[in-house]
């Protein structure tokens, strides 16, 4: 072996990411890597963040109420089709702004094989010439080609080279909240008559709920380090500043960021206590990272019901709009969210979606 | 939005537990959330745990010796059974008491799921009228609706409201041990001549051990926060002490406690070494979980022989009656238990239960 | 119950493993314990390293080029196979001294049953009369009796007793690189025309590959104790050095070590970025470990194309000797491995192997 320190023979293989100036409006990147999710990710979901949902822990109450077994979690669907975008996208992100128009579109179930492709729908170069936003519309596809999930999010990302003329400028319409007519086509038609509420863990049902109610879902969850590093693996996410203990103590933080997935799926699982009946994410109208997380800090979250919508032509299933607020190392009773026109500085997590709750 | 810090609003669907006064003698509990348990979860428990039970550890092994392929690890079952429980029996519980009349009733094979019935079967208030002692026998079901393990469990449980009247008093005759005729209800007949030592890695077998004999399973296991709340979260277990690491801080320990389960589990692993033919716990004559332990503690634990038995009709296999215990920080070749009358500080376990042992 | 601190009644059942003096040549171990390997493995594979070849991630690609299914990561096969030799190999190891002669023989699919044969190749005495190096080979077997895996390793051992005489002394002659013809027994014939490299998430191919080519993998993963841990016992692998913190305080690194065949997992995992349609490790031609590596510190890794072959009566992949380098806490843009004559200090693995990339 010839192995020593000269550089001559160095590879340009690694793949560096986009960079901002790299983009095209219109232009569509199937990503890399397709991943079949099977109950050892769905074992380790649960593990991760412990979510109670019965539709999703027992393949009997599902089949019982008219899935084909129990469905995969919306939030790991989500990860994984997320977790794809990452080397195209948002490698070289500076900040992940926000989420819209997120739909569930079909069940997932264990076996199923996912692979995601996006577009890019807008560009919006800043004006110190040194980052630009981009606009993308990710959709989810199953081994079949149908797609189980879309949503669109912008990111802000580095340029190369300060010089580079942008290749295009759009700023999409967005909408604030996807429609109630366009919920449901991840959950099939309810046999609400097995739906039992003791095995569900809740006795109350969409009518029980009210516009402008909130619910302080009481109990915290501490992270872990080697927690949020499972959990992005088991995403294929690779954003380094979740891994890179040694190359975070140069940052500002100091230490490696968690994934803001990871706060999603505890402020979903926290809901449960409250929400039990809430079986399914339909839609994410909404969401932002409003401050990191850190190994060692504990999360709680509530939630406010914004809105109640019938989705059409079901009787079994009721919409409501929720947002959700997560907080860290500060329990909810008092429902933080605000102070004066701030931010409560406890915020990480505003979370605006649909869910379905059985009638 | 119109989300500030107003409270009004609140929600009351939060489930609070129930308290001392709530229970009432003969109540039935039939308890949220069914779950199937998987490979993903078997895989799981391998993982956080490390037993090397051939018959578990391969469907091959499994079938070989008369299973339908390898079973899920007894305890396993037990820690899913039992976290179904902590929402409606302990949430409010100031200590978990003890174990008594545990029976394995049949196999459970990944892709059944378990769901769990309570029955308060006693209840006595203590004299301090602050709290009382609940008692309750909970049974796991498959998805058939068969039975597959039952135990007794004692809770000390905080009133909310010390005035409140007991709803009843009778403190339960709980047996000293599972008669060895209730036992192997869980294991097929073997085909013992399939059984090869050298496969499940211990030459000895049921006729090998003596009453009186105490073996001391050497190695040491070091527990990580991460790894408590991913086994405790895997369980769906919700008692607040393992997880919310900043309410812990104002506690008397200043921390998380890890779940008394991991520790069950965890002796039950390392009891391999010593005892690798013992490969079913069959019933739980008692259990106490002595003192706490903590992340970065490190479990050791050794194992007296109580009692050896006949399982009525069965040639296949005999009945180890076992006392295991378990300590921190402190390996067990002198088999650490009493300091005079005093429980030597490291104990943190004392378990009684049945293995099966191959003959 | 009886009790007490007498050790009375003290058991020898705890198997202290096999000292050098115990080894004959010729001899062959039946390992236990068999290990059914599911895809509940294979998520906690991918969540612990965050592998990205897309063969071993999804199903339908898989598929489409010639396989049955996702085949098991090799890494995970190697691991499980090494794990069980380490009760009757290894326990009492000073050192782990190297790898040779490796090669993956059948692909391994979930469901498949593992169990490992070694049988001792060599025995020589060090001068000192306290150790001897030990030289096994270890083969990997599923449920039909077909190898899967085979590897020499060479461990210094300790003796029981310093006067015993060596059973024997041979010191096998082992090959410097296993030969292109032995390559590929695990791949399928592959549909070429069905690879995707959109999907693969690389554009190189084999030929794209030149002898001399360095590879900077870039990206860093901070480890974890909780994650070495849960890593090593689903390997099964009982190695105290990795588990007993208590212990490993009177040690001269103070702490636990990381078990080596993480940062072989992680190195590889690494490497996806540069090395993406290197679908397969092949071969393992010899592997070091030259440093410890420790919960928090970073991995990074780059990798030297040693040799590049065809392989015999394929046109579907071609072969790539590599050697990975490992480092923690230093990033691999300046390929980090000598400093004058000396190793330098950063470098933890120095890993000598074929990997077929897809032509």
Known sequence: MTADNKVSGASQ????????????????????????????????????????????????????????RSPVDDLLVFHVVFGKTVPDISLNAVANLGYAEGRFLRPVYPGDTISTVSEVI???????????????????????????????????????????????????QLGKAVAATDL???????????????????????DDYQVGERIDHVDGMT???????????LY???????????????????KRLIYGGVVISL????????????????????????????????VYAWTEVLDKAEVPGRADVGALRLRTIATKNQPCAAHPYKVGDDTDPSVILDFDYWVLVVR
Do not use: C
């Open 122 to 172: 807008g560009l919006k170069e800043n004006s110190n010439r040194k980052t630009g936003v981009v606009y993308v519309r990710s959709t989810g596809f199953n081994q079949n080609g149908d797609p189980v999930l879309e949503y669109v999010r912008w990111v802000m990302v580095r340029k190369a080279d300060e010089a580079a003329a942008p290749t295009g400028e759009h700023v999409p």
């Open 236 to 254: 294929q996410n690779t954003a380094k500043v979740h891994f890179d203990g040694h190359a975070a103590k140069d940052t500002r933080f100091g």
């Open 267 to 298: 402020a979903r699982a926290l809901s449960f206590n409250g929400l039990g009946n809430a079986f399914h994410v339909a839609a994410i109208n909404g969401g932002r990272h409003v401050a990191p997380l850190f190994s060692g800090d504990t």
């Open 184 to 206: 449901g086509g991840a959950v099939p038609s309810l046999n609400v008559g097995a739906w039992s509420n003791e095995l569900a863990g809740s006795r109350y049902r969409f």
């Open 13 to 68: 293989k690694t793949d560096p990411g986009r960079f901002f100036e790299h983009f095209r409006i219109g232009e569509v990147i199937r990503h890399a890597t397709p991943r079949t999710i099977t109950t050892g990710d769905v074992a380790l979901y649960t593990a991760l963040y412990g979510p109670r949902f019965a539709v999703q822990s027992s393949d009997e109450f599902a089949r019982g109420v008219g899935y084909a």
């Open 223 to 233: 992270v872990e380090e080697a927690e949020q590093q499972i959990a992005t693996r």
